[in-house]
Structures are given as C-alpha cells and as structure tokens.
C-alpha cells in the first residue's frame, strides 16, 4: 500500500510539473511574439515599434528564454511568490486568491442547487423501487450551460428585472450563474445516483427491514450510502468542474472567478497570472480528489480493507422501446431534412427569419438555414463526441486497474478547465476541430476512470472473489468472469451519459473560438453565432441545444434498452442476503 501511495504522489507531481511546463512555454508553442502579446494587452493604441517591444523584452527578461522563466518562476514559487503580473504590473497572489474566493462561492451556490436537482430526480426512485431509463435526466445534464447563462440572463435581468445581469456584488449575483451551472450537473449526479440505486433497493435485507417495520427515511439513508461510494468521486469531479469548467458562464455574467482570470490571462499571454490561476485550479482539484477519496473510506468502512465487501447484483434498467425510437426518430428526419439543404447559402435578406415552410428552422443572422446547418454539422459534432467518448472509455477501463497512478493524473486532468487544454493545443496545433477533439479526450477520462477504479477496488474486495480465489480459480478467469463484466456495464452507461456532455464540451470550445472554425456547421459554432440575437431569434439558439438533449435522452434510452434485454447477474444470489456496509 505504500507503494502503491508513493507511485500515485509521484504520478500526481510528474503531471503537475507537465502541465505548469506547458503552461510556461504557451507563448513559444503559439509561435506568437509574447512582447507583441504583452504589449497589446498593456496599450492596445501603442504602435509594436521595434524600441517598443525591445523595452518589453527587457522588462520581462524574455531574452532570458522560456526554461530560463520558468526556473525563476519555480524558484519564487518555493518562497511562495507568484510573482509579478505582466500586464498590470501587480503581484499575482491577491488576484489569485481573489478569484479563488470568488470561483468557490459560486461553487458551493451551483454545488447547492445540483444537489437539490439531484434529490428531486433520486426520490421517485427511492419511493418506487425502481428507476426509469434516464431520458429526462440525460437531457438537463446535456444542457448547455452558456445557453442556459444567457436565457436567464435575458428572462430574469433583462426583461423581468429580478436579479443583476453581471459583476459579483452580493449573494443575487450568484443565483443566476449557480442555476446555469447547477442543473447540467445536478441532472448528472441524479442520473448516477437513480442508475444505482435500484440494485441496492432490490437486495434481501430492504425486505427484510420492511418486514420488521424499519421507517422508510432510515431504509432510503441506508439505500443511499450503499450506492453512493463508487460514485462520491464523481461528485468531486462535478464540484471541480463548477470552478475551472465555469470560464463560459463566468464570461457571460462578468464574474471575476479563476477560470475567467486564467482565460484572460492566456489571451493576453500574462504568463505569471496565468501560471498563478492553473497552479489553483490543479491545488483545489488534488485537495477536493482527497477529500472524495476519504469520504469513500468512510462509508464503506473496515469492509475494504478486510476484503468483505458484499457487492449489490447488477440490475440494469429496462427502457420502453418507445422512447428511444421516437428519440431516434425525430433526430434522424430532422437531420436527414437539413442534410437535403445548403448550410452555407447566405441570403441577407432572410436574416433571423421566423421559422416556416421555406426555412422549418428559421434563419440565422446570415440569412443561413439554420436546419441545413444543424443537419450538415451533426457528422462532425456528433462523430467527433463519439469518437472522443469510445477512446474515454477505453482508457478509463484500462486505468481502472491501476487506481493508484491513474488516481494522480486524474486529479490533475479534471482540475483542468477545457477552455486552457484548447488554448494550450490550439497554441500548438491551431484552433479547429480536430483540436478541440484532441482537448477534449485529454480531460474527459478522469471521471469514468475514477468510476472504474472505484468499482474495480470494490469487486477486488469482495467476499465472492476472495472465495473464488480459496477455491483456486485462475486471475485471468476472475478477470474476464468477474471484475470486467462488473465493471464494463456500468463504466460504458456512465459514458453513454457522458456523451452529450463530450458533444457539449466541443461545443463550448467552438462558443469561445478555439474548436471548429466559421462558416463549418458545427453545432458549437451555431451556438456561439446565435449568441448575440437570442433575443431577437431564439430558434437559431434553441435548434443545436434541442438537438443535444435529444442526443442525450437517445444515448441513455438506447442504453437502457440494450441493457435490459440481455440482463446477466455477476454475483451469485446469496450476495442479496447480506446487510448493507456500515449500517
């Protein structure tokens, strides 16, 4: 176990120092001028004279060059400086800490109302007995939440007047950045939770407590904890995406949180700021990983450690052909629809048309059907998800069993705000869609990797498999009988629920600039263009964002309905007899 420990800190320090590197070397890998960059950002009016630039340069030290900079960023590090920002000339630290006390309070507002969707999604289940295939939940964690940032800025600040539209005064400015945030997440967790569940509700010893008049809220607490421990990292993983993951929201509101911080600090290439913004978000992520991890601990209790864990059966949930094929339905006539029109004939003076027989969709602020744009982009934005989805997958199974080095670099990975992974690839290989893919895989893993390794640890100690052992079966037999088929299933559900999600994150790159590039169709791209006339033209907005929840509801629904046509039990039945861990 030591060593196990000593390989995940040395896995979690290599990325650390990886990811700081690359960050370091931004300005050389963009093959940009940073005293062009530095100079702009101080005085956009000041003409990039020759002096000019030789005067930054000097000021800098930039001569020096990038592994020369960064040692004297490190050295200042170990005294706790972090240094000096290059645009404002102030110290770091203060803007540091400020945006961190700003991303933290609008995570504990977004975690908050998360939580309360995730309730209100789990309780049907908990008083039925049984959970339906996920189609709702899918759809609101596929939401995309820079969409939902500017409707409630629009309904709620603009045209009702409740709540203020931007900037971080009091607790009313957090209410509408927390609800954009809160309820994609908030639909993920409950959809995990609910998928859980009804294993545990299915076991001999709920019937049993029933029988002896044990109160429902008891039997719903003692359900919970059962279900919750694979999935307490998923919940630090939400809660950390709620700080770095917020740069669209906090841009569309004005809130001066870290993720906004760093992303202003890449555009203007201030490298100390920018280093000072990452080395928080990678500081909140180990710490919050830490905590998910103790928390885990606890509610299993000494039965991890004494290899007698008495796992729920594996009972995946049956979904209504209906739903599905409907889903599918509607996605395919409407793709198939636009894929028959020019996503690219721009007819001014059709612009934001209403939609009608000549344009279903309506137009966009081009005079550009908006259904032929939707229906051309779906190779791209949907193949794309699908592809970065199957290699998630894949890694996170094979990492799954190796808990202890993969645990470090997922850590450090899902601190990681996507918007600085497109940055720092797009610095490298050039904005578009090939590198928004390329970001996205790189921070997409962790979760279903944690969901595995957790899951993989849990089957490891389980009193089935400690008898398998006793009576001599093979590892490669335990392996591919046991530990796969009860990990496999429920890793690829979760990442079938991720799939929109992965769709959302690329489209969240094309939102800011760095995934695929005008005039392409891509579904990002026609949320970033409707942006700035939802109010006058809201289906140009509402056609990719329904078109995403669809996709969601399909991914779940269709997953559920495979599932629960070929249900097969890994854990024998006496399993059900045992009482729930720790209560």
Known sequence: ???????????????????????????????????LAVLRARSAEQDPTEEALDSVRRDLGLDAGPLSLLG?????????????SWVSGTEVLPSVVSGLQVSLALMGASLAVALLLACALVAPVLVRGRASAGAWAAMLAAVPEFLLATVGLL???VWLGWLPTSGWVGPENMVLPAVALGIPGGGLLGRLVADALPAVLDERWV?????????????????????????????????????????????????????????????????????????????????????AALARRQLLGPALRDASLALPPARPVRAHPAIPLSLFTVLAVTIGWGLLRDPY??????????????????????????????????????????????LSLLVALALGFLPRIAEGAADIANALPPVIVGILVAAAAGPGTGGAALAVALISWPALSAH????????????????????????????????????????????????????????????LGLGAQPPAPEWGLLLDESRAYVERAPWAALAPAVALALLA??????????????????????????????V
């Open 553 to 582: 509801g399909l991914a779940v629904s269709g997953a559920a309905l495979t599932q629960g046509r070929r249900i097969r039990r890994v854990t024998p039945a006496p399993v059900e007899k045992e009482a729930p861990v720790g």
């Open 72 to 84: 004297d960023w490190a050295s200042d590090l170990l005294r706790g400086d972090l240094g000096t």
């Open 345 to 390: 004939a721009v007819n001014t003076t059709a612009r934001l048309a209403a939609p009608s027989w000549a344009h279903p969709l309506g137009t966009d602020g081009l005079g550009r059907d908006v259904l032929a744009r939707l229906g051309h982009g779906a190779a791209s934005t949907v193949g794309t998800a699908a592809g970065v989805c199957l």
């Open 452 to 511: 595995a390794a957790a899951l993989v640890q849990e089957v490891r100690a389980s009193a089935f498999l400690t008898a398998q052992r006793a009576i001599g079966a093979s590892p490669f037999w335990i392996l591919t009988r046991h530990v796969l088929p009860s990990v496999a299933a429920p890793v690829a559900r979760h990442a079938l629920l991720r799939l929109p999600g992965i769709a959302l994150a690329l489209a969240s790159l094309g939102f």
């Open 207 to 291: 019937e049993l407590w029933r029988g002896a008049g044990v109160s429902r809220p008891r039997i719903a607490g003692a359900a919970l904890r059962r279900a919750l421990p694979p999935l307490v990292p998923q919940f630090g993983m939400v809660a950390v995406g709620f700080t770095g993951g917020a740069v669209a929201v906090e841009t569309v509101f004005a809130v001066p949180g870290i993720g906004r911080t760093a992303l202003g600090a890449a555009k203007s290439q201030d490298l100390p700021l920018l280093q000072g913004s990452v080395l928080a978000l990678l500081a909140l992520g180990l710490v919050t990983g830490a905590l």
């Open 1 to 35: 176990m030591r060593r196990l420990a000593g390989a995940a800190a040395l896995t979690r320090l290599l990325c650390l120092i990886t990811v700081l590197t690359a960050v370091g070397l931004l300005p050389w890998l963009s093959g940009r001028d940073p005293a």
């Open 155 to 157: 309904v709620f600040g």
